[in-house]
DNA sequence: ATGGGTGCAAAATGTTTGCACCTTT
DNA sequence: AAAGGTGCAAACATTTTGCACCCAT
């Protein structure tokens, strides 16, 4: 069953309405690369000739969120993300302290731990984002350079 | 070396100046259990008789994360916590979708897949603070349950 | 004495909520 | 027709920034 698919399903299973909004955010959510934040969603659908109000952008982030459709993360700049379960994969990422790149991570290469995880404490872990922080391998030689103080610029 | 004394070092180091207040920051991140946000560590410090403006407490946080002695983790509910890296022994959490627990993990736990990690990838994640989402024990029984529309409160 | 640091207040962001009107069912 | 959903705007919450004054060095 497609994410749509599923969605229409879990909608109509509960009572609720599919709306043109509704499938506006869901397509964006398809088309997208990556993860998203809530107005570049609603960015999107107006490229999509669908206009949708940022407030039922966040209405609609909840509904699929609580179906488990959708996961938010967090990359550490205070912006929420969102991104659908089922498409391009689930995948995690690394992320470097010192220079800020992003590297992705297949759930493949995480799997093992998470069934440990599962194994040893109960918790089933879902696979659905991990960010790690860390140095990336070209930061890891340049690691002792500290900030400096405003105006120290030697 | 303690943490105040690294903090101490690295400030003077830089020609940052060591000030009533984030002397008073520290001493509250020490003095805390566990994470805590912005606005805990200002009312904290108020009950250590000092006190220290919101502006200040987050310039302090954001010197402290350049040093790399504190980190900032996001539990999903829009606040950012903080912690020291070096106190109370760094650790990770397990987060129930469901009920919301919060389930503290060692760090020994989870440390042979942070190696698997930089042999594999190159990246040397650092034990800092991971958070995991998924499913606690108890609620495990209970994933069927999805929401209901308003006003269907059979 | 210098100039980095602080407090205060305003601004900027991002997210949530109330409400009248519209639309799916 | 009924009830849920949307848009708009205001409300909120959190974090950032400008600036005059203060204080650690």
């Known amino acids: ?3 749509q698919e599923e969605f229409l399903a879990k909608l109509r299973e509960r ?6 909004q509704r499938e506006a ?4 959510l398809h088309d997208l690369e990556d993860h998203a934040t809530a107005e570049e969603i609603q960015t999107c659908a107006l490229q999509l000739n669908a206009t949708v109000d940022i407030a039922t952008v966040y209405r609609t982030l909840e509904l699929l969120q609580a179906f488990g459709l959708l996961v938010m993360i967090d990359l550490g700049d205070g912006l929420r993300r969102y991104e659908l379960t089922s498409v391009h994969g689930t995948h995690h990422h690394l992320r ?10 297949e759930t493949e290469q995480i799997e093992p731990f998470l069934t440990a995880l599962e194994q040893e404490l109960g918790f089933r872990a879902e696979a659905e984002h991990l ?3 860390g140095l990336c391998q070209a930061c890891q030689a340049l690691e002792n350079c500290a900030p400096q103080p405003p105006g120290d610029d030697a």
Chains 1, 2 share one sequence.
């Open 25 to 28: 955010v869901l397509t964006v």
């Open 15 to 20: 009572g609720f309405r599919l709306t043109p």
């Open 96 to 105: 470097c302290r010192r220079c800020g790149a992003l590297i992705r991570v």
């Open 1 to 3: 069953m497609s994410c």
């Open 131 to 133: 960010l790690i922080s």
